[in-house]
T-cell receptor, first 115, second 115 residues
């Protein structure tokens, strides 16, 4: 595709609901990242995939957060039993190689509001 | 732990001015540094990528410099225009063996260019 796409763009969830956020990276990009951006802050790293392998999930804030990329392309970030503090913009980024030195391309983000 | 700081947090200038945005980072063991632009409600757009071995990069009216040893980068915007109004984010990349070069972001500088 032309760029990284994310869906939905906006999601309102009641506290306690489960949500699933989708990321479609640029075709052929090996590396995929999820970041969380709170209001007025810079994005913070959540997790990293190289193809289908989740190599780093150290940034996931709790065990309610789960991410997968089963076929090495589309990725889903799932949040179980959402809490108000989960309200943020969730950004997905991809890059063509894990070797470093390449730009990360970001999607438009999913704005999650937990009421 | 890498920390990135951006100064100033906000900046308002009249159209036509040249301006400098500052970024500093605590750990000089970076692989590269990226400057991004973020418009309200949108994702991140990559502006410039500087590899750790480089001193500067230029794109149109933008020039970014990197002094890795002192942990500093600057983004210079020449002849600012109202369309430059956005939040500018600086991000440093860890070495690729660290989570595929995950990014650590500053909190951004919110720029307003007044007509």
């Amino acid at each position: 595709g032309a760029g990284v796409s994310q869906s939905p763009r906006y999601k309102v969830a009641k506290r306690g609901q489960d949500v699933a956020l989708r990321c479609d990276p640029i075709s052929g990009h090996v590396s995929l990242f999820w970041y969380q951006q709170a209001l007025g802050q810079g994005p913070e790293f959540l997790t990293y995939f190289q193809n289908e392998a989740q190599l780093d999930k150290s940034g996931l804030p709790s065990d309610r957060f789960f991410a997968e990329r089963p076929e090495g392309s589309v990725s889903t970030l799932k949040i179980q039993r959402t809490q108000q503090e989960d309200s943020a913009v969730y950004l997905c980024a991809s890059t063509q190689s894990p070797g470093g030195g390449y730009e990360q391309y970001f999607g438009p983000g999913t704005r999650l509001t937990v009421t | 732990k890498q920390e990135v700081t951006q100064i100033p947090a906000a900046l308002s200038v009249p159209e036509g001015e040249n301006l400098v945005l500052n970024c500093s980072f605590t750990d000089s063991a970076i692989y590269n540094l990226q400057w991004f632009r973020q418009d309200p409600g949108k994702g991140l757009t990559s502006l410039l990528l500087i590899q750790s071995s480089q001193r500067e990069q230029t794109s149109g009216r933008l020039n970014a410099s990197l002094d890795k040893s002192s942990g500093r980068s600057t983004l210079y915007i020449a002849a600012s225009q109202p369309g430059d109004s956005a939040t500018y984010l600086c991000a440093v990349s860890a070495p690729p063996e660290t989570s595929g070069s995950r990014l650590t972001f500053g909190e951004g500088t919110q720029l307003t260019v007044n007509p």
